[in-house]
Structure formats: C-alpha cells, structure tokens
C-alpha cells in the first residue's frame, strides 16, 4: 500500500493560535502544520499570521511535539509584490523549517507572471523553500494546465504545483489529468463539497464551508489513487468559527483528519500516525 503524510492546515482551524494548531495537529496524529506568515496588508487582521515574538516560542514547541511545516501561506503574485515582506516572511518560515511556500498568481501577463515567479523563487531559494502554485478560481491561474504552462520554464523541482481537490474537483481537472502531471504535484490540499454550488458562493465555500473529506460528492477516490507514493497531504478544511470555543477546534480537526485518513485508505494509502 502507498503512504501518505498529513499536515494540518490552518484555515482548518482559524480561531486557534498557531501553537494550538501545533497541538492540535500531534493529538490528531498530523506529522506537519501549514501556516500562515504572509498576506497583503489589506487581509492581514482577518488570518492568523506567524510573527513577531510568536515565532520563537512556536518553533520550541513544534521541536517538541515533533511536528514541521508543510508549507506557508499565501504568497500572491501581483504586478507591484512586495518582495521584501515576501523574504521576511520566508525568513520566518525558514525558522519554523518551511519546505514549500503557497504562491496564488494574479497577473495576467503570462511572461509577466513568470518573471515575477522567477524573482521570488530565487528569494525562496536563498531559504531552501520550495514554490508550490497553487490554481483557483480566484487568481488569474484558474485551471491544472494553466499551472503547468506557468511553471514550465522552471527547472531543478524550484516551483512545483499544489493540488487542491476542491479547486480541481470544481474546475473539472480528470484523473488522467492529474495522473500525466503528478511529477509538479508537491502537495495535495484534500477538503471535499456538494458537485454543484452557486457561482456566487464559490468565494465562501473554499473560505469557511468546506467539507470533511468523504462527507461530499467530489471524486476524492479517483483523483488521489492515480497519485504516487509518499503523497503529502494538507488538511484543509475550514467551516464557520463563528461563536465557536478550542473544544469545538479540537472536534472539527478530528473529523477532518479522520476523514482524509479514511478517504486515502480507499485510494490506497496508509498514512503515518
């Protein structure tokens, strides 16, 4: 059987600190983190971002529950990016042991685009964290062979993909898709949803109403078993935090892990922990 590695990503559990997510993540058998240490200043209040004297006290913690960090979130690249809140942003993910770092485009150029990616992957380099792009109805990179094609000039594994199987399952990549492309494909974000949905609620739904992988209609099976070995795996599935307490945290991280666990072992995955 193959195996599987699972993070735990933040949205999943955004009315938690990052130390608690840490937690969180080792009591559900999660072996990584995914977290926040970048975002415009414009978003930068509504998400839980990793700074200042935080950082110190949650990189003794992660090296004492033995969890890591998959990967940070989210790097947008646009035609004025601030590449110096970029770098020390991945400067402090480098202290938390970052591997990859999100990256959403927003330039419609394409040669624009990957000049822009070029820049930010050599700052990235500088910190030994990979690029994973990321493709979603909310960037100019909407659909799996967009992503590819924006990434094709990069050599040496320095920018990959993200996989994200709502994103996917939405914009209607098919397995064979999947399968021909799996060697860009760093990581995998699992989360699952109704077939259908109102265009004007696509915002929301990959914000605050996903579902537990396995509770939804989206062909999770068929789009993970075409995948190799060694798959990792972000749990990301936020649901509305409104009015809710950590107990209520803990309950939803659990369903959520048990469900990624339970939807990779039918495509056959064992996954650690």
């Known amino acids: 059987m193959k195996t599987a590695t699972?993070?735990?990503?933040?949205?999943?559990?955004?009315?938690?600190?990052?130390?608690?997510?840490?937690?969180?993540?080792?009591?559900?058998?999660?072996?990584?983190?995914?977290?926040?240490?970048?975002?415009?200043?414009?978003?930068?209040?509504?998400?839980?971002?990793?700074?200042?004297?935080?950082?110190?006290?949650?990189?003794?913690?992660?090296?004492?529950?033995?969890?890591?960090?998959?990967?940070?979130e989210v790097f947008p690249l646009t035609v004025d990016a601030d590449f110096v809140e970029m770098e020390r942003s991945l400067e402090i993910g480098a202290s938390l042991g970052a591997r990859y770092a999100t990256v959403h485009s927003h330039i419609e150029d394409q040669q624009q685009a990957r000049d822009r990616l070029g820049t930010l992957a050599e700052i990235s380099g500088n910190y030994a964290i990979g690029l994973?792009?990321?493709?979603?109805?909310?960037?100019?990179?909407?659909?799996?062979?967009?992503?590819?094609?924006?990434?094709?000039?990069?050599?040496?594994?320095?920018?990959?993909?993200?996989?994200?199987?709502?994103?996917?399952?939405?914009?209607?990549?098919?397995?064979?898709?999947?399968?021909?492309?799996?060697?860009?494909?760093?990581?995998?974000?699992?989360?699952?949803?109704?077939?259908?949905?109102?265009?004007?609620?696509?915002?929301?739904?990959?914000?605050?109403?996903?579902?537990?992988?396995?509770?939804?209609?989206?062909?999770?099976?068929?789009?993970l078993s075409c995948l190799k070995s060694d798959l990792k795996i972000s749990i990301e599935v936020p649901q509305n935090t409104v009015g809710s307490s950590s107990s209520d945290a803990k309950s939803r991280v659990l369903r959520a892990v048990d469900g990624a666990r339970k939807t990779l072992w039918a495509a056959g995955f064992k996954s650690r922990g």
């Open 6 to 72: 699972l993070s735990l990503h933040h949205l999943t559990a955004m009315d938690v600190s990052a130390c608690e997510l840490v937690s969180l993540a080792a009591q559900a058998g999660c072996q990584d983190v995914c977290l926040f240490t970048y975002m415009p200043e414009r978003f930068r209040a509504k998400y839980p971002l990793v700074e200042g004297s935080e950082v110190q006290h949650l990189a003794r913690e992660m090296r004492r529950l033995s969890v890591g960090c998959l990967s940070l």
């Open 132 to 223: 994973a792009v990321e493709f979603n109805p909310f960037s100019r990179v909407t659909t799996l062979a967009q992503a590819l094609h924006l990434i094709e000039p990069f050599e040496n594994g320095r920018v990959g993909l993200v996989l994200d199987t709502l994103h996917a399952g939405r914009g209607g990549a098919q397995s064979a898709a999947i399968d021909a492309s799996q060697q860009y494909i760093d990581f995998v974000q699992i989360s699952d949803a109704p077939a259908a949905i109102d265009q004007s609620e696509r915002w929301k739904e990959a914000m605050l109403n996903r579902m537990v992988p396995g509770a939804g209609e989206l062909p999770l099976i068929q789009m």
